[in-house]
């Protein structure tokens, strides 16, 4: 596709509830990042794919929290029994990595999700 | 871990003036480091970025410099626009990890 996509845009849930967020990298691009944004703050790491490997799962916040990707290329972020503080925008990047180090990422336009 | 520092967190200036960011990081072994541009409400866009193979790149108005001794980098805007309001992340990657780290942001402010 043209840009990375993310769904659903918005989400609404009741606490306790679980969501899951899908992101589908731009094609071609063999990794991909989740990352997490709460209002007004920073750009917070929760996890990275290589193809459908995940190296690096130190960012994920708890237990309540999985990604997986399959057949290297859409990805699901699991919220299980969500929590008011999980409320943030998550944010989904990919970037095409070839053997060569420093790559740009290139984001979507987020799902918003709003615990109530 | 690897950590990135920015600063400042809030910058106001009056259109045309320059307006500089900096960015310090702790993992020595970081090799590539952009910069993105958050609009409200929007994606965070790349704007430019350098590898540290590289001490200095430009892009029109855009400047980015990098001390790798001092594991210093910044972005430098000239001639700043209302249109150049937005928030502002610098970002570091290690070559061990991939994993590309961002900064607390800097929002910029330019006053007509």
């Known amino acids: 596709g043209a840009g990375v996509s993310q769904s659903p845009s918005n989400k609404v849930t009741e606490k306790g509830k679980d969501v899951e967020l899908r992101c589908d990298p731009i094609?071609?691009?063999?990794?991909l990042y989740w990352y997490r944004q709460s209002l007004g703050q920073g750009l917070e790491f929760l996890i990275y794919?290589?193809?459908?490997?995940?190296?690096?799962k130190s960012g994920l916040p708890s237990d309540r929290f999985s990604a997986e990707r399959t057949g290297g290329s859409v990805s699901t972020l699991t919220i299980q029994r969500t929590q008011q503080e999980d409320s943030a925008v998550y944010l989904c990047?990919?970037?095409?990595?070839?053997?060569?180090?420093?790559?740009?990422?290139?984001f979507g336009e987020g799902s918003w999700l709003t615990v109530v | 871990g690897e950590n990135v520092e920015q600063h400042p967190s809030t910058l106001s200036v009056q259109e045309g003036d320059s307006a500089v960011i900096k960015c310090t990081y702790s993992d020595s072994a970081s090799n590539y480091f952009p910069w993105y541009k958050q609009e409200l409400g929007k994606r965070p866009q790349l704007i430019i970025d350098i590898r540290s193979n590289v001490g200095e790149k430009k892009d029109q108005r855009i400047a980015v410099t990098l001390n790798k001794t001092a594991k210093h980098f910044s972005l430098h805007i000239t001639e700043t626009q209302p249109e150049d309001s937005a928030v502002y992340f610098c970002?570091?990657?290690?070559?061990?990890?991939?994993?590309?780290?961002f900064g607390t942001g800097t929002r910029l402010q330019v006053f007509p």
């Open positions: 970002a570091a990657e290690s070559y061990n990890t991939d994993k590309l780290i």
């Open positions: 094609s071609g691009h063999t990794a």
């Open positions: 990047a990919s970037s095409q990595f070839v053997g060569v180090k420093g790559e740009a990422i290139y």
């Open positions: 794919f290589q193809g459908n490997s995940a190296p690096d």
